[in-house]
């Protein structure tokens, strides 16, 4: 029988394999690299739920889902969130389908610039260089950037800027004027994102599949999911021993009240230094959401 498969894209956009609560740029390419090769694939739907990241990682991406679009039809089906790097890896599928409420577009990108020179000296800590060019350590985090640096990455971010407006233009059958009015940042319902064109028409992960299916004219077929998921056993047990764990750490309403409190404040530590660490684009520019938020 054949096989449409299922794709799940979720988390940050990072540069190389990344972890689970990530999407490896490298990885999930080579994942789709391979379903385009496997002939018993006959049609990929691509669940997107991401805030976007790293601009060359969704390229790397992009590029294989317009590889597969070459050979075998593929749809993006987003999710709460497909927005900006997102929308990047999206927007050469076949057909884009959002929910009502995915949070998507935010066609726009930045630069990050790290600078730990106050940070160093309150640690008694400095840098010393050498350079033999004007721009030979651009990526230095020791000091501020200088006036003719700041141009520089300015030039290179409104560069790529261009690149996502022309290609969101290309991919969309858009004209590049209404698409420029529809970017700089902004974010779209999937509702507003229909009307505007960004994506093709509403609906779940379903309707996507069912797309697939008869773009490329199946009749009967198997869905198989990539990566594969955690089977019911697996997160039962898993949760079992959390309440394990959880249950023999504290005594007592104070105590766990106090473990309860502490052990939110180390989640939302984990999460931010989490954000922190999947801004590891090699040329430092993103497209990503600014915030982070959770859609309940």
């Given at each position: 029988?054949?096989e ?6 979720q ?17 999930l ?38 590889l597969?679009?070459?050979t075998?039809?593929?749809v ?9 790097g997102?929308?990047?890896i999206?927007?050469?599928a ?11 577009g935010?066609?726009?990108?930045f ?22 060019a ?9 000091r ?25 233009a ?19 319902s ?24 008869e ?9 198989e999911?990539?990566?594969?998921t ?17 249950g ?16 939110r404040?180390?989640?939302?530590l984990?999460t ?23 859609i309940?």
């Open positions: 029988m054949d449409i498969a299922v794709v799940y894209a988390g940050a956009i990072v540069s190389g394999e990344g972890d689970g609560d990530q999407i490896g740029g490298d990885r390419a080579k994942e789709l690299r391979e379903l385009r090769l496997d002939e018993d694939v006959k049609a990929v739907v691509l669940r997107v739920n991401s805030p976007g990241g790293s601009a060359a990682a969704s390229e790397v991406i992009k590029r294989e889902v317009a597969i679009s070459e075998k039809p593929i993006v089906s987003m999710g709460n969130v497909a927005a900006s997102g929308y990047w999206s927007m050469v076949d057909e884009i389908i959002a929910e009502p409420n995915t949070i998507t935010s066609i726009g990108v630069g990050l610039l790290f600078n730990l020179e106050q940070l160093a000296a309150n640690n008694d800590a400095a840098w010393d260089g050498v350079q033999t004007p721009f030979a350590n651009l990526d230095t985090v020791s501020p950037k200088n006036a003719a640096e700041l141009a520089l990455i300015q030039k290179f971010i409104d560069r790529i800027y261009s690149q996502f407006v022309s290609e969101v290309k991919g969309r059958d858009l004209p590049e004027a209404n698409v420029r009015e529809i970017a700089r940042g902004r974010v779209w999937g509702t507003a994102a229909l009307d505007n064109g960004l994506v093709d028409r509403l609906g779940g992960l379903e309707t996507a599949i069912a797309s697939a299916a773009r490329a004219q199946l009749e009967t077929w198997y869905v999911e990539y990566p594969r955690k089977t019911l056993e697996e997160k039962i047990i898993e949760r079992l021993e959390g309440i394990r764990l959880g023999n750490r504290h005594s007592g309403s104070n105590a766990r009240a106090n473990a309860s409190a502490i052990e404040e180390w989640q939302r984990q931010e230094l989490s954000d922190l660490a999947s801004f590891n684009d090699p040329i430092g520019a993103y497209t990503r959401l600014p915030q982070s938020f959770e309940d």
